[in-house]
């Protein structure tokens, strides 16, 4: 498919597209839609207060099969 598959490979992705985490206004539905749509989605969590982001994780966790390599967020864990 793709000439050089290596981020594919190190993100665990189908295709080489990476969601910008933009704060404000990328929350858990976006992060789904590129997860499930074979892209890496990103979480922006600046603006977000420690509840607000547990609750989009979770969200995420609950709506997408790629939980770990189809997803990431500006917070470690929380």
Same mark, same amino acid.
């Given at each position: 498919?793709? +000439?050089?598959?290596?981020?594919?490979?190190?993100?665990?992705?189908?295709? +080489?597209?990476?969601?910008? +985490?933009?704060?404000?206004?990328?929350?858990?539905?976006?992060?789904?839609?590129?997860?499930?749509?074979?892209?890496?989605?990103?979480?922006?969590?600046?603006?977000?207060?420690?509840?607000?982001?547990?609750?989009?994780?979770?969200?995420?966790?609950?709506?997408?099969?790629?939980?770990?390599?189809?997803?990431?967020?500006?917070?470690?864990?929380?």
């Amino acid at each position: 498919m793709w +000439p050089d598959e290596r981020l594919i490979n190190l993100f665990g992705i189908e295709l +080489p597209i990476i969601q910008a +985490p933009m704060a404000g206004s990328a929350f858990s539905d976006m992060v789904v839609a590129v997860s499930e749509a074979g892209g890496l989605g990103s979480l922006a969590c600046a603006l977000l207060s420690v509840e607000q982001a547990r609750r989009e994780l979770e969200t995420i966790r609950r709506k997408t099969s790629h939980v770990g390599n189809g997803w990431g967020s500006s917070l470690a864990d929380i």
